[in-house]
């Protein structure tokens, strides 16, 4: 089953008064491997963001990041999920919804996240793979950041 879910978003009408622009189920569900499902909820381009207009920026396809912007994400991830080890050129902050889910670094660590708990994933490879019997749903915002450097070497975006 693909990711299901309702997305708000509100802007202002022409005498500046708040308002919702948009109340729907979200249409842009993508399974990008087996076993995982997203939805890029909202994205910003530039900073400081702008806050003015009402088009959607959800409309196109997405990478996994924005240069100089944000990815607001939801993704769904099955139990056995493909694996997919990746490093992003991002601080990405991450708060599981439901389940329970491993983020594996390079090295070998395991970090079992749980409902409830947050993440941040600061330019280093790493892996979910989701271990227990039901789906786990992760939220993601993913803030352009420059490539990491360590070890006199930089270590750009793979995966």
């Known amino acids: 089953m693909k990711l299901q879910m309702r997305r ?62 944000t990815v607001f994400r939801v993704v769904r991830y099955e139990p056995g999920v493909v694996p997919r080890n990746h490093r992003t050129d991002s601080i990405d902050y991450a708060v599981v919804i439901s389940g329970e889910i491993d983020m594996e670094l390079d090295d070998g660590v395991i970090v079992k996240l749980k409902a409830g708990d947050a993440l941040v994933q600061r330019g280093t490879i790493h892996n979910w793979v989701n271990r227990g019997k039901e789906d786990c749903v992760v939220a993601f915002i993913l803030v352009s950041g420059t490539p990491v450097s360590a070890g006199g070497k930089t270590l750009t975006a793979i995966g």
């Open 8 to 69: 708000v978003v509100t802007g202002h009408n022409k005498d500046g008064k708040a308002i919702i622009v948009i109340d729907e189920q979200v249409k842009n569900v993508v399974a990008s491997r087996p076993g995982v499902s997203s939805s890029v909820v909202w994205s910003t381009k530039g900073f400081p963001v702008d806050n003015d207009g009402s088009d959607d920026p959800t409309a196109v396809a997405f990478k996994t990041t924005v240069d100089n912007g």
